[in-house]
């Protein structure tokens, strides 16, 4: 069955950087856009970042651009966020998804405090 699982959240300092990692199996990993979303205590689940199934294009929110990085690697049914510069409002769980099936990983908890 189709399975999505995340990995790299943790506790970071503000500046600091994090890299998350998507596991996917179960489904053509290379066929399909795939999002990753956040969403913060008392507050509404948010897109943070897509991709196209090739890679070749990719879209941000406002609130990360310049500082986030989504990428993947269709060899290894991989999706990333790289996340520079990491400040307190970053602070959420982070979910991998796909949007064609309305798939959502477990999330993995990001923290960015001092």
């Known amino acids: 069955q189709v399975q999505l699982v995340e990995s790299g959240g943790g506790l970071v300092q503000p500046g600091g950087s994090l890299r998350l990692s998507c596991a996917a199996s179960?489904?053509?990993?290379?066929?399909?856009?795939m999002r990753w979303y956040r969403q913060a205590p008392g507050k509404e689940r948010e897109l943070v970042a897509h991709i196209t199934p090739t890679g070749g294009s990719t879209n941000y929110a406002a609130s990360v651009k310049g500082r986030f990085t989504i990428s993947r690697d269709n060899a290894k049914a991989t999706l990333f966020l790289q996340m520079n510069s990491l400040e307190p409002d970053d602070t959420a769980v982070y979910y991998c998804?796909?949007?064609?099936?309305?798939?959502w990983g477990q999330g993995t908890q990001v923290t960015v405090s001092s």
């Open positions: 179960g489904f053509a990993f290379n066929g399909y856009y």
């Open positions: 998804m796909i949007p064609s099936l309305a798939k």
